[in-house]
């Protein structure tokens, strides 16, 4: 067996456990934050500066019924009021609140600003446009969603995709020209006499069945010499 063919089983099985991690986090994380969402936005641009720079990814929670004056805050720019709705559709950002008003029937709405703004932004923030509240803000892990996000990315990824197909394909063709070749091999062993016609019929039905030529290569070496050696005993025995 190859190097590589080695390398497979334990390259599917971090895979395996890289799949289950993702499953147990996309499921678990917004119950464990008591979020409506997936509670983790990106910081797209510097208008929070130097608090929260372009690319940082944030992981927020539910925001409290109170809002303190001064709290960061992720939220909706504008939408239909449907959290879960608004999240996928509509752009989020994230800025502090500097003020709060109160309608008359009670609905409270927040006024905001990017730290590095010059003036708050425009309108106020009602309470279901909120998503939640920062509570872990990874530096610059963002970045690479976000060029995923942009035409570049989805070109490069397009890119990836058609190399690794053609990369397989490839793969695929040489494997069939090594199985080729390896059955010349032995059909010019049995022209020569030197491999009976039984045998050789077996060991092209293995070939052609064996999906990774590398990988069990072993296993061939170790069927053509417990046939052979069959074999040299049957010439043996007859031959005394």
């Not at 130097?50 to 004056?69: E, H, K, M």
């Not at 052979?228 to 005394?240: E, L, N, P, Q």
Request: glycine share 12%; charged share 15%; aromatic share 8%.
């Amino acid at each position: 067996m190859t190097p590589l063919g080695k390398f497979r089983p334990f390259a599917k099985r971090v895979g395996i456990s890289l799949l289950i991690a993702t499953f147990v986090a996309v499921i678990l994380l917004p119950l464990f934050m008591g979020t409506q969402t997936y509670p983790v936005a990106i910081v797209n641009g510097n208008s929070m500066y130097p608090t929260l720079q372009n690319g940082d990814l944030v992981i927020f929670r539910s925001a409290p019924p109170q809002i303190a004056n001064g709290t960061i805050i992720v939220f909706v720019e504008s939408g239909t009021g449907i959290s879960p709705l608004d999240s996928l559709l509509k752009p989020i950002l994230i800025h502090r609140i500097i003020g709060e008003s109160v309608a008359g029937n009670g609905a409270v709405s927040y006024e905001t600003k990017g730290d590095n703004n010059q003036q708050p932004d425009p309108g106020s923030v009602t309470t279901n446009r909120i998503l939640g509240t920062p509570v872990l803000v990874i530096p610059k892990a963002g970045l690479a969603i976000m060029f995923v996000q942009s035409p570049q990315g989805l070109v490069a990824i397009v890119g990836l995709i058609t190399f690794v197909y053609i990369g397989k394909g490839e793969s695929k063709v040489k494997k069939e020209e090594e199985k080729e070749m390896f059955l010349g091999a032995i059909a010019q062993m049995s022209l020569n006499g030197e491999l009976p016609d039984a045998l050789f019929k077996k060991f092209e039905l293995a070939v052609k069945y064996i999906q990774d030529l590398d990988q069990d290569r072993s296993q061939t070496g170790r069927f053509w010499h417990l046939s052979i050696g069959s074999r040299r005993a049957d010439w043996t025995g007859g031959g005394g």
